[in-house]
Antibody, heavy 116, light 112 residues
Framework: EVHLVESGGGLVQPGGSLRLSCAAS????????MTWVRQAPGKGLEWVGN????????YFVDAVKGRFTISRDNAKTSMYLQMNSLRAEDTAVYYC?????????WGQGTLVTVFS | DIVMTQTPLSLSVTPGQPASISCKSS???????????LYWFLQKPGQPPQVLIY???NRFSGVPERFSGSGSGTDFTLRISRVEAEDVGVYYC?????????FGQGTKLEIK
């Protein structure tokens, strides 16, 4: 069974940084793209970015380009979202998901709150 | 970026009655490889989203037969033949023909 667990969320001030982790199990992690999706409180879903199987390529939504990076460690079956220069509008629940062109398995999410 | 527009944004349905949600994309989702990359998700209260339909009309594993998807090009529809209480939540369409992947605004379905 596919299992995804996000961690690393919390409170951070504007301009600060945070690193989210996504621990994966139950599937051949290195064979799949992975994705981050976020959801601001009471709002809809926003795709943040994804990473290819070996970590050599990433894509991002314009709102986070230059501030967020995605990496992965296939040996540890984990993906990471490094978030820098955080803004109030980055406040959201961040989900990791397996990316098979769509998102067939999701974690429960981790809440990031950017406050001053 | 491709804009996904859903209508209606909210829906109140009596159990046993049908429901329909429209999703329109600002560009065709038909790829040169012949695939049409339109998906439907349901986010039940307090849960992460779950996929219902992939590539327009294919039900994901375990999704009840009362859910169906149709459409082509830029116009797509999700139909529920007979709504049940467990169908409450927010429905999203999403395109993945190009980056960035984009979602519709969501359609909230409630039971009368």
């Amino acid at each position: 069974e596919v299992h995804l667990v996000e961690s690393g969320g919390g409170l951070v001030q504007p301009g600060g940084s945070l690193r989210l982790s996504c621990a994966a199990s139950g599937f051949a992690f290195s064979s799949y793209w992975m994705t981050w999706v976020r959801q601001a409180p009471g709002k809809g879903l926003e795709w943040v970015g994804n990473i290819n199987k070996d970590g050599s390529d990433t894509y991002f939504v314009d709102a986070v380009k230059g501030r967020f990076t995605i990496s992965r460690d296939n040996a540890k079956t984990s993906m990471y979202l490094q978030m820098n220069s955080l803004r109030a509008e980055d406040t959201a629940v961040y989900y990791c998901a397996r990316d098979v062109r769509y998102f067939d398995s999701w974690g429960q999410g981790t809440l990031v709150t950017v406050f001053s | 970026d491709i804009v996904m527009t859903q209508t209606p944004l909210s829906l109140s349905v009596t159990p046993g009655q049908p429901a329909s949600i429209s999703c329109k994309s600002s560009q065709s989702l038909l790829d040169s490889d012949g695939g049409t990359y339109l998906y439907w998700f349901l986010q039940k209260p307090g849960q992460p989203p779950q996929v219902l339909i992939y590539e327009v009309s294919n039900r994901f594993s375990g999704v009840p037969e009362r859910f169906s998807g149709s459409g082509s090009g830029t116009d797509f529809t999700l139909r529920i033949s007979r709504v049940e209480a467990e169908d409450v939540g927010v429905y999203y369409c999403m395109q993945s023909i190009q980056h960035p992947k984009t979602f519709g605004q969501g359609t909230k379905l409630e039971i009368k």
